[in-house]
């Protein structure tokens, strides 16, 4: 039996065959016939108007759920982004034909953020693809529903098929396309747990396996495969004992999703009453009731570079302060974290002139950034400190490496404060200031910088990166990455113990937080809030909801005193079994 590794993303076990999704456009690209620019001008516009219909009914069809409502409805304002339609016209005006100019301005515009660093924007590049083949396949006339050469896979399968999707990357669009319970797994040789194609899966309970890298082009479609969300493991070829052994797996967990979903607005709290705040990462407004469904308690982590993006200006005071605004007001009385601008050579923006840098990662970015644009700093400062007055925000400073830095940053703030009170604005005076701890340098003075935050909230993507000197992104070296590690798990140990004795609260909004087999741990370390991808919440509450504190500070003294990343995770799966989790 052939057997290939890469970094589950979706717990659980998925028997299927394996079936590619069609996405070659080439050819009906060379059959189409441009017009002129008025001709195409008006294709182009029948065609927006076509997609836009077709998202609505998605969103209006009887399998859509509040993930995938979100995911559409942010599709939406990407085809009414004007922006992006003007980049598309001045294609046509330059001679392209319009289905070459939508797919040539959606890759530019996902190319910025095929760029970025932070892994939730980054994704959001896959979701400019997908609106451009979806737009370009209307004006092909590919397919009546609208996936472009994506093609709509489920039709013509037989709804008792188990479906393995298996392709180098792929589009939310051909994931919500599938009814519920047709598609069993995904396989991505690229991917991430913050690609909408994932979010999806992970809210409908579709195991998937991501970083396959090239072994995606040596399965064979049409095999048949067992697919493992926890160990990463695709096997292909099961026999029959293997089979059954899947079968009764399937059946097991598809129970405990019913019930943690049915459990997910309820608390986490262990069997001993300790409580432990779950909370949901997103990027605009928007997302927030979509996570307060699924039992978030706030937000631990507001992106804003969403507000900077696709833009030829930075946005007005004005613009950002609606936008928090909203954010804290839908939090409904739970507190709403912002961070400040998380940019770098590594998100190109038009309107800010960074230049090349050979290593983005480790260049100007992030508070670097705010530090010495005081002027685009301080705006942001004000419209936060300004929605402070309709819901509880906080500001949280991204890339901190030393104390100064966060003391630079208390100052700015308090030249936001003194200009608002000039200005004679309403603003709140008490908004808490804390920092991501992703660097090796802040988690290993966390006691020396701790006395200058109101929190701590540890960013586990770059802090493991870092740490381990790995880009997860490259499949070759992607197998490294692991936040059971025992140099992260001890720098986040010692973050947390910190946080503890200077008495400030600490979080953590990495991938790490929404991994229901860290849980155990990082309860037993004492975290208070755990940030993450909202589908994530209802599986990581019914875990902690089953420890107890002193069996979760055994794990964490067991966890810790382990040398490799691999035995830590064998440890706690052996837990989790034991569980019956």
């Known amino acids: 039996m052939t057997t290939f590794i890469g970094r589950g993303v979706v717990s659980g076990v998925a028997l299927g065959r394996i079936k590619r999704p069609a996405r070659d456009l080439t050819a009906y690209l ?51 982004d004007p922006g992006l339609v003007e980049y598309i016209m001045e294609k046509i005006r330059e001679g392209d034909s319009a289905p070459r100019s939508v797919l040539a301005a959606c890759e530019a515009y996902a190319a910025q953020f095929a760029a970025l660093d932070d892994p939730y924007l980054r994704e959001r590049a896959a979701d400019i693809r997908d609106i451009g083949r979806r737009v370009a396949g209307l004006l092909l006339g590919v397919d009546g529903e609208g996936a472009g050469a994506q093609a709509v896979e489920a039709r013509g399968v037989a709804s008792n098929s188990g479906i393995v999707l298996c392709a180098p990357d792929i589009e939310p669009s051909v994931v919500a396309a599938y009814p519920p319970g047709q598609l069993q797994a995904l ?52 026999d029959e004992k293997e089979r059954n052994a899947v ?30 705040q779950l909370a949901a990462n997103i990027g605009s407004p928007g997302e927030w009731e979509n996570a307060r469904a699924l039992g978030a308690e706030g937000v631990g982590l507001f992106r804003s570079e969403f507000l900077f993006m696709g833009r030829d200006a930075f946005p007005s005071e004005e613009e950002q302060f609606a936008a928090y605004r909203q954010a804290a007001e839908g939090c409904g009385g739970h507190l709403c974290v912002i961070r400040t601008l998380d940019i770098g050579g ?90 991501m701890v992703e660097t090796p340098a802040a988690a290993a003075t966390a006691s020396l910088l701790a006395p200058a935050c109101d929190f701590f909230s540890i960013g586990t993507n770059d802090l493991v990166q870092y740490t381990l000197a790995v880009d997860r992104g490259n499949p070759k070296v992607a197998p490294l990455y692991s936040h059971f590690h025992p140099a992260v798990l001890r720098l986040i140990d010692a973050t947390i113990q ?84």
């Open 187 to 238: 396989l991505l040789g690229q991917g991430s747990t913050t690609s909408h194609a994932v979010i999806i899966a992970k809210a409908r309970g579709i195991v998937t396996v991501v970083g396959l890298g090239e072994a995606v082009d040596e399965i064979p479609d049409g095999a048949e495969a067992i697919v493992d969300g926890d160990s990463g493991e695709v096997r292909l070829s099961p």
């Open 247 to 276: 079968l009764a797996r399937i059946a097991a967990q598809a129970e405990q999703r019913r019930q943690d979903l049915a459990d997910a607005t309820l608390p986490a709290v262990t069997r001993d009453g300790v409580r432990v």
């Open 498 to 581: 910190a946080a503890r004795q200077q008495g400030i609260w600490v979080g953590m909004c990495g991938e790490m937080a929404g991994d229901p087999l860290a849980a155990p741990l990082l309860v037993g370390m004492g975290i208070d809030e755990l940030s993450m991808s909202a589908p994530s919440i209802p599986q990581v509450k019914a875990v902690i909801r089953n420890l107890s504190i002193c069996e979760a500070q055994e794990m964490r003294e067991a966890a810790l005193a382990m040398d490799d990343a691999a035995a830590v995770r064998a440890y706690l799966e052996k837990w989790r079994r034991s569980a019956a989790l």
């Open 346 to 435: 590594d998100k190109p923006l038009a309107h800010l002139a960074i230049g090349h840098e050979d290593n983005p990662f480790l260049g100007w970015r992030a508070i670097r950034i705010s530090l010495e644009r005081t002027d685009l700093f301080r705006t942001q400062l004000k419209a936060i400190l300004r929605a402070g007055c309709y819901g509880k925000v906080a500001v949280m400073l991204p890339m901190v490496i030393s104390a100064g830095e966060i003391r630079q940053a208390r100052a700015i703030l308090t030249e936001a404060t003194e200009e608002l009170a000039r200005e004679r604005r309403e603003f709140a005076a008490d908004v808490p200031v804390g920092i």
């Open 30 to 80: 060379e059959r189409y016939r441009p017009g002129s620019v008025e001709e195409e001008t008006s294709r182009l516009e029948r065609a927006l108007a076509g997609a836009k219909d077709q998202l609505q009914a998605i969103l209006s069809g009887p399998s859509v759920d509040d993930t995938l409502s979100a995911i559409m409805g942010a599709h939406l304002m990407m085809l009414d």
